[in-house]
């Protein structure tokens, strides 16, 4: 007779797990004058990170790279670090 095992979970990687660094941001929260919420949604080269990291949706990501680039062009954010 086989002895019964409980099969066992299967383990998220790290990856696919959602990484939110930001709070939820409304996109009607989003301003190219909000500098510390733009360097958190950037990368240490002054990328903008993807959707699933930073939490949002397709909507607030593009009004978020709007504000990114008006705020290089107002020389608030560095365009390269």
Do not use: C, H
């Not at 190219?32 to 990328?47: F, M």
């Not at 978020?64 to 560095?78: D, T």
Request: no cysteine; glycine share 4%; proline share 9%.
């Amino acid at each position: 007779m086989k002895p019964r095992f409980k099969p066992k979970k299967k383990r998220r990687r790290s990856s696919e797990m959602p990484r939110f660094r930001t709070p939820r941001l409304k996109p009607e929260d989003i301003d190219w004058k909000d500098v510390p919420t733009l360097q958190r949604v950037t990368s240490a080269q002054g990328k903008l990170f993807s959707r699933k990291r930073t939490g949002l949706n397709a909507e607030g990501q593009r009004k978020m790279a709007l504000a990114l680039k008006r705020a290089r062009f107002m020389a608030l954010m560095p365009y390269i670090n």
